[in-house]
């Protein structure tokens, strides 16, 4: 199986996982479970598709992917209580599943529009729009409020694959530097709190000193 492929498959049970336990998080039923993975392992993939042109988006042309989900939600339906830390397992899981799909839709970007720069833009929108899904249907506090490096993890992914096949490594070469960028970055911001400075607020100046 080519490697692409084993990415694509790996990011969507791993994102339907973090969904299937932020199901178990609120307690919803074996369908909620199924819902929820499914939207959170297919949502980014799907929005890369839909701007990329490329209809029908993935899971319809390859409804395995639904099964996927399907078995990862009811896998984690029986299982989840074992798990000491559901949310710190999400996050783990949401950064394995990240730096998956960030060399996933930068490759799939790369190949419809031969650009570089929207290929970077479809690595990242695929890593993390399922993620933020996820958390809005769960009511959770979204990966993207918190103070961690999250969406850089994936643009560092997605340009690292980028900027490896850009001089001409081999596909699973690129794929795997693309893929220890992203995860190293969102790991190390998981485990040691790397951040980037927020936007602080100043006071607002006074109306008569403004010329």
């Not at 933020?132 to 990966?143: F, K, M, N, Q, T």
Request: net charge neutral; glycine share 12%.
């Amino acid at each position: 199986m080519p490697v692409l492929e084993w990415l694509d498959y790996a990011g969507v049970a791993v994102f339907a996982a973090t969904g299937a336990l932020a199901a178990s998080r609120k307690q919803l039923d074996l369908v909620g479970f199924i819902f929820l993975a499914a939207v959170t392992g297919t949502g980014g993939g799907s929005v890369r598709d839909l701007l990329l042109g490329a209809t029908p988006v993935f899971w319809v042309e390859k409804p395995v992917y639904l099964l996927i989900c399907a078995a990862v939600a009811i896998l984690t339906f029986f299982t989840a209580h074992l798990v000491e830390s559901r949310y710190k397992l999400l996050l783990w899981l949401d950064a394995a599943g990240l730096a998956a799909y960030s060399v996933m839709g930068a490759a799939k970007g790369l190949a419809i529009s031969g650009s570089m720069t929207v290929a970077v833009v479809t690595g990242m929108l695929t890593a993390t729009f399922g993620g933020v899904l996820r958390d809005i249907l769960a009511g959770e506090p979204s990966v993207l409020m918190r103070p961690e490096i999250y969406v850089t993890a994936a643009g560092i992914g997605a340009a690292a694959f980028v900027a490896a096949d850009g001089l001409g490594l081999p596909l699973l070469a690129a794929s795997a530097i693309g893929v220890l960028a992203a995860f190293m970055v969102r790991g190390g911001a998981l485990a040691f709190g790397w951040s980037i400075s927020p936007y602080r607020p100043r006071p607002g100046r006074n109306p008569d000193d403004i010329v």
